[in-house]
């Protein structure tokens, strides 16, 4: 019993103890709610640093309170390089008058003309006028229709420098075991307008089953906004027949290695060419898809598709030569460069 009333009054007697222990505690060292705050001396009272209201009698200054800047100078950690206070930002402007004159070549008043003018010389033919070629087998492929099985070749070539270049083309067809329906070749002289495209012009010689032609061409090509490449030509024949054709293609990469190539060619004719089967207006198109794959950039082999279709009086010809006006094609061939 005598031990069970000593366990309550136990209980009830801490808190209090407890709560006289915090009160004494708090009376031998009160605590300073800005004991935190960095002071500027130390005899500074326990709110040091904050601006005291201002009396009746004196007028409210609006910036009371707030703490003046320091004069001390900021590291390149409180302040951005240019945005220092104080210093005002550089002048932006052109270049001055005296930089934009002056001789064109100033090392000619230091070691003479005759001296760099050979330099010179050097100079723009050893980094500036190099000459190099490329051939480009851009299609060597089989092609395999309805009753038209056959090869085909697509092939151009070049060798200049920057600006001027000679400029070889090549293309056509025929089914295997027989003579070639259709050959052309075309020698160009290639002129750069522009990074991007470039002026062409020359002679175009056709041979094949049907009557030769020779033609003179003016053409352009190059590389449109957004990667297409582009190749358009007028064709103006030694009978004056006057025919226009308009290539693009793109390069679609799927993969590192993978390259997917739709590709479509337009022709055009003035007038009715009955020996060449070509009728007025729009005369032929061809849709094409090729997908290749680069075991090396210099080496790709392809399969793909290709829809050609003659139109309006080309069609015409045709039919009556009891050909088909257009159909499918099967393509398996080979794209290479060197």
Do not use: C
Not at 197 to 212: I, K, M, V, Y
């Amino acid at each position: 019993m005598k031990s069970l009333l000593g366990i309550v009054l136990v209980t009830i007697g801490m808190p209090a103890l407890a709560q006289h222990v915090h009160d004494a505690t708090e009376q031998q060292a009160p605590t300073d709610p800005h004991a935190q705050h960095q002071t500027d001396e130390a005899s500074a009272g326990p709110h040091a640093g904050h601006a005291m209201p201002p009396k009746a009698s004196e007028p409210k200054d609006p910036h009371a309170g707030h703490q003046m800047p320091s004069s001390a100078p900021m590291d390149a950690h409180q302040a951005h390089v240019g945005h220092e206070p104080g210093i005002p930002d550089p002048p932006v402007k052109g270049p001055s008058a005296a930089a934009l004159v002056g001789p064109a070549h100033a090392a000619d008043d230091v070691f003479g003309v005759s001296a760099m003018a050979p330099a010179r010389n050097i100079v723009r033919k050893e980094h500036g006028d190099i000459k190099s070629g490329m051939i480009l087998i851009d299609q060597l492929e089989a092609t395999i229709g309805e009753g038209k099985d056959g090869f085909a070749w697509k092939a151009e070539g070049w060798y200049g420098g920057d600006i001027n270049r000679i400029w070889v083309k090549t293309e056509g067809e025929s089914r295997f075991g027989e003579n070639p329906e259709h050959v052309e070749v075309q020698a160009l002289w290639n002129r750069a307008l522009d990074p991007w495209w470039n002026l062409q012009a020359g002679l175009r010689q056709d041979f094949g089953t049907g009557p030769d032609r020779t033609y003179a061409v003016l053409g352009v090509k190059g590389l449109a906004p957004y990667w297409f490449e582009i190749d358009g030509a007028l064709f103006v024949s030694n009978k004056g027949d006057v025919t226009v054709r308009i290539e693009g293609e793109y390069d679609q990469r799927l993969t590192r290695k993978l390259v997917l190539q739709p590709r479509v060619e337009l022709n055009f004719a003035a007038q009715d060419v009955a020996e060449l089967g070509i009728g007025t207006g729009f005369s032929t198109a061809e849709l094409g898809l090729r997908l290749r794959y680069q075991f090396v950039p210099e080496f790709a082999p392809y399969v793909g598709v290709e829809y050609e279709r003659a139109l309006g009086g080309t069609a015409d010809f045709r039919r009556a030569r009891d050909e088909g006006a257009g159909g499918w094609r099967f393509l398996i061939g080979v794209r290479s460069w060197f």
